[in-house]
């Protein structure tokens, strides 16, 4: 049972009915769907979210294409633990034409980096130079031996480092995404991406 239920159309305000028309013209193949009509219930909550969601995800800032967008928005879910959205961002990616061999080696990548940003983190917090003079003895075979490509791999890895906080990690991986000929403009969109999923993450994964 959701703490929040779904707000159909037909029960919602006029003004809320107009967003969710919008969603279904534009992003929801003529349907609104359910995590929209959850938020249904806070206005400008729905209205930012369809608004950031068809600006980041759906058509893109012009940087990123729509399946590098989906994969990124994949990524987030998972780094937000939101299994809701998850779920649905997987089979997204698969309908954008990634396998499911593929999805399973983006959820590695950001499990892989959600380790490194626990290990540097602490080593940020600890207050004690010496465990940053240790080795770091972590394996991470995973972002170098999948298939997807080196340039996918360190995007995910700006914004899984981004959710989770780690200053080190962070800029490691813009510079590593910079190294590989990723413009400014591209990690600034897959970091907004990964806001915006968060922002969906964090609402429906306490339903």
């Not at 969601?53 to 780094?79: N, V």
């Amino acid at each position: 049972m959701p703490v929040v239920p779904p707000l159909a159309p037909e029960a919602a305000p006029e003004s809320t009915q107009a967003i969710y028309e919008r969603i279904k013209e534009t992003i929801g193949n003529g349907q609104v769907p359910v995590g929209f009509q959850m938020m249904g219930h806070v206005e400008a909550f729905l209205q930012d979210g369809y608004m950031n969601y068809r600006k980041f995800i759906a058509d893109g800032a012009g940087q990123l294409d729509p399946k590098t967008r989906e994969a990124i928005a994949l990524a987030a879910s998972s780094a937000n633990n939101c299994v809701h959205c998850v779920r649905h961002h997987a089979k997204e990616a698969k309908a954008k034409g990634w396998t499911d061999q593929e999805v399973a080696e983006i959820l590695a990548v950001v499990a892989t980096c959600a380790m490194y940003n626990v290990y540097f983190k602490f080593r940020d917090l600890a207050g004690d130079d010496a465990f940053k003079a240790m080795s770091i003895g972590l394996r991470a075979h995973t972002f170098n031996k999948t298939s997807l490509t080196d340039q996918l791999v360190e995007l995910i890895n700006v914004v899984v480092s981004t959710i989770n906080s780690c200053p080190a990690c962070t800029a490691g991986h813009v510079q590593k995404a910079l190294a590989l000929e990723l413009s400014h403009e591209a990690i600034d969109e897959a970091v907004k991406i990964g806001a915006t999923q968060t922002a969906f993450n964090v609402f429906h994964r306490t339903q």
